[in-house]
């Protein structure tokens, strides 16, 4: 079945540190790929997407590649900051199937 | 733009009381989801919308649950009679279409004491 896996938490990181959040997907058909993140108190915002196979999505300093012959959707940031604290989702959807599926979220806590 | 409208943002009630989510999707979007989130399970699709006719409720965990979507405006979701282990954020989304992003509201947090 369909599915995404992303790396538990929490990542505990230091001001300026490199980011990396793991997130691998199984899909039948050609998923769309997204990355969200949750503020405390808030819902879900879409944080940058990919639609087909070696896109990059990218946004605030965030950036994920569509690897089709990893299934992988790694998110990255080259230097993080405190504001950056947040959970982080990955999600896929698959347009011809009407399947939604996000992964557990990873909670990332910055140090300053 | 105004965003996804959820309400209440908080409700805290007693066991075995109705308790009623609203949810005002971003207009012209097609979708709307809801979801319920805690820290055991995570995020979890209840049920979803496709121009006000429901598309999967697979996710809805038991007869207790209900939800409606009477117009393109509006949804609700409703909990009758309501346990202590509904106790979660409960989240509202909407779309355009499935391959677009899901917009989010803030959630109603619901106690069930």
């Known amino acids: 079945g369909n599915s995404v896996t992303q790396m538990e938490g929490p990542v505990t990181l230091s001001e300026e540190a490199f980011l990396t959040i793991n997130c691998t997907y199984t899909?039948?058909?050609?998923?769309?790929l997204f990355w969200y993140v949750q503020y405390p108190g808030e819902g879900l915002q879409l944080l940058l997407k990919?639609?087909?196979?070696?896109d990059k999505g990218s946004n605030k300093g965030f950036e994920a590649t569509y690897r089709k012959e990893t299934t992988s959707f790694h998110l990255e940031k080259g230097s993080v900051q405190v504001s950056d604290s947040a959970v982080y989702f990955c999600?896929?959807?698959?347009?011809?199937?009407?399947?939604?599926?996000f992964g557990s979220g990873t909670k990332l806590n910055v140090k300053p | 733009d105004a965003g996804v409208i959820q309400s209440p943002r908080h409700e805290v009630t007693e066991m075995g009381q109705e308790v009623t989510l609203r949810c005002k999707p971003i207009s012209g979007h097609d979708y709307l989801f809801w979801y319920r989130q805690t820290m055991m399970r995570g995020l979890e699709l209840l049920i979803y919308f496709n121009n006000n006719v429901p598309i999967d409720d697979s996710g809805m965990p038991e007869d207790r649950f209900s939800a409606k979507m009477p117009n393109a405006s509006f949804s609700t979701l409703k909990i009758q009679p309501s346990e202590p282990r509904d106790s979660a954020v409960y989240f509202c989304a909407s779309s355009r279409d499935t391959n677009q992003p899901q917009h989010f509201g803030d959630g109603t947090r619901l106690s069930i004491l």
């Open positions: 899909a039948t058909g050609y998923p769309s």
């Open positions: 999600a896929l959807s698959e347009y011809n199937f009407n399947k939604f599926y």
């Open positions: 990919a639609t087909k196979a070696d």
